[in-house]
C-alpha cells in the first residue's frame, strides 16, 4: 500500500490562497494518475483536480481558472494551488494516488471564512 501524506491547509478569508502539497511513498509514482478530491460536510467526496499519466488533466468546473495541479515525478509530489478561494470551497482535501481505487492521505482541512 502506497502511503500518502497531504500538508498545507488552514483558514484563509474569501479570495484569499493556499496551496496543498502531497508526497507519497512509491517507487512508480510516475505510472499513477494523481489527484486532489474534497468532501465537505454532509456531501460526498468529489474530485478537485487530476493530472493522468499523459500529463492531461481534468478540473471540477467549480475551480476552473483559480486552482492549478501540479506533479513532480523526481519527487514523488503533486501540489494544489488554490487561488480566489470561496466558502464553499470549504472541506476536507484528500491527495489520492492511482485513481479511486489507488491510495488515499489522511485529508487536510481547509476553511475559508471572514
Known amino acids: 500500500q502506497v502511503q500518502v501524506v497531504e500538508s498545507g491547509g488552514g483558514l484563509v478569508q474569501p479570495g484569499g490562497s493556499l496551496r496543498l502539497s502531497c508526497v507519497a511513498s512509491?517507487?512508480?509514482?510516475?505510472?499513477?494518475?494523481v489527484g486532489w478530491y474534497r468532501q465537505a460536510p454532509g456531501q460526498q467526496r468529489e474530485l478537485v483536480a487530476r493530472i493522468f499519466v499523459g500529463g492531461h488533466m481534468n478540473y471540477a468546473d467549480s475551480v476552473k481558472g483559480r486552482f492549478t495541479i501540479a506533479r513532480d515525478n523526481a519527487k514523488n509530489t503533486v501540489s494544489l494551488q488554490m487561488n480566489s478561494l470561496k466558502s464553499e470551497d470549504t472541506a476536507v482535501y484528500y491527495c489520492n494516488i492511482g485513481g479511486e481505487w489507488g491510495s488515499w492521505g489522511q485529508g487536510t482541512q481547509v476553511t475559508v471564512s471572514s
Open positions: 512509491t517507487m512508480e509514482f510516475a505510472f499513477y494518475e
